[in-house]
Nanobody, 121 residues
Framework: QVQLVESGGGSVQAGGSLRLSCAAS????????MSWYRQPPGKEREFVAV???????SYADSVKGRFTIAQDNAKTTLYMQMNSLKPEDTAMYYC???????????????WGPGTQVTVSS
């Protein structure tokens, strides 16, 4: 079954930390890259961080220096360490995976169901 399952969300006070995980299953040998997005209440989904095929990370300006994205060598699990959390980080956090096309790989994008992060002041 091809799916993504996020975990690690929760409620913390400002200044606290959380570590999100995203477990991928199905076509794991086809993973091109994985990324994190978030959707704050009443707002559109926005990019947070990505780690490319060379394991090079990129971040949204709003989280640089506070969040760290990482993945295991098999590209089956994506992580995000979130430190110095702020109330404006409150959102549903989603994992996205891009699958390569060709060589038995289907070439499409899919999302996990999300995990809620709530930061109180």
């Amino acid at each position: 079954q091809v799916q993504l399952v996020e975990s690690g969300g929760g409620s913390v006070q400002a200044g606290g930390s959380l570590r999100l995980s995203c477990a991928a299953s199905g076509y794991t040998y086809c993973t091109a890259y994985m990324s994190w997005y978030r959707q704050p209440p009443g707002k559109e989904r926005e990019f947070v961080a990505v780690i490319d095929s060379a394991a090079s990370p990129s971040y949204a300006d709003s989280v640089k220096g506070r969040f760290t994205i990482a993945q295991d060598n098999a590209k089956t699990t994506l992580y995000m360490q979130m430190n110095s959390l702020k109330p404006e980080d409150t959102a549903m956090y989603y994992c996205k995976r891009i699958l390569r096309r060709g060589g038995g790989c289907p070439g499409y994008m899919h999302w996990g169901p999300g995990t809620q992060v709530t930061v109180s002041s």
